[in-house]
């Protein structure tokens, strides 16, 4: 979802009062309607810190994808989730992705985002670099992996259930037309994320109402990497971190664990949940 170490990458910055998350690159050419990826260019998604856009904190060559390095005007992000919004996309986990079974009939279901953050030396982006002086600069650096945002599940449409309502008409259809028949029923807001660039299958949407989304104004970590030494963090269990080698993108909470998250999060006054 967000820039991470693997494929060669690096951690999004992070200063003493804010931090950015840098969602992930994908090629451009690989999108189907090549007029909507154009849309999450670097260059239009605006920073959280201060007047400035992402494309700040891209290096002035190229970036890797899929083990694959692109030059960066073949590059725009894969802006999933949308946490300005309220909207994130995915798969059920059945068939390789991260939503849960139970999230078709969920009441107070959640979806927590980690990210990888970095601090950088002061100043440091305000100069253009290649790719290998930030990876080089990355590395030393003191950074770890945070819980920094949430989802409350409202609504979740699942494009797959639309698309046999539709073949139960018996009408000729394409799987944009699915895309349009899921805005008609939950607004345009379904619209809004990179997967309808590229309908070659069938996703899920899930759509939060206003106030139950957005960034933590402050991170919580969950592993740190500080003076050369990898540590666990106070909130690490909570979040079902029990070893290093936990994959933290993959964790799911049952409805008791949940609500211990959620009363963690209220105490730490990073969110009104």
């Given amino acids: 979802m967000f820039f991470e170490s693997a494929d060669g990458g ?18 451009i050419g690989r999108a189907t309607d ?6 999450f260019a670097y260059s239009l998604i605006p920073c959280r810190c201060e007047p400035c856009f992402l494309s700040k904190y891209l290096p002035n060559d190229y970036l890797f994808v899929g083990g694959s390095s692109y030059s960066i005007a073949k590059i725009v992000a894969h802006w999933d989730p949308r946490l300005d919004i309220g909207c994130y996309v995915d798969y059920w986990r059945n068939v390789g992705g991260r939503i849960p079974g139970n999230f078709r009939e969920c009441e107070d279901c959640y979806i927590f985002f980690a990210a990888g953050l970095a601090k950088y030396p002061r100043r440091y982006f305000e100069v253009k670099r290649g790719f290998t002086e930030i990876r080089r600069t990355f590395l030393s650096s003191d950074r770890g992996i945070y819980v920094v945002g949430y989802m409350k599940v409202d609504t979740v449409v699942d494009l797959a259930e639309i698309s046999a309502e539709l073949n139960l ?3 000729e259809y394409s799987i944009r037309d699915v895309w349009h028949e899921a805005a008609k029923k939950y ?5 809004m994320n ?8 069938l996703p899920v949407v899930m759509l939060s109402n206003e106030g ?16 050369g030494k990898k540590m666990f963090s106070k909130y690490a269990y909570a979040f079902g971190i029990r070893t290093f080698d ?9 409805l008791d664990e949940t609500k211990e998250i959620l009363k963690l999060l209220r105490h730490e006054g990073v969110v009104r949940i």
């Fill in 246 to 254: 936990d994959r933290v993108r993959h964790k799911a909470f049952n």
């Fill in 194 to 201: 990179p997967h309808y660039a590229r309908p070659a299958d």
């Fill in 169 to 171: 008409k018996n009408v």
């Fill in 34 to 39: 090549v007029d909507h990826a154009r849309k």
């Fill in 187 to 191: 607004g345009d807001k379904v619209l």
């Fill in 10 to 27: 690096y951690y999004s910055p992070m200063f003493d009062e804010c931090y950015e998350v840098l969602p992930i690159p994908e090629v």
């Fill in 212 to 227: 139950n989304y957005g960034f933590f104004k402050e991170p919580l970590p969950l592993i740190e990497w500080k003076h």
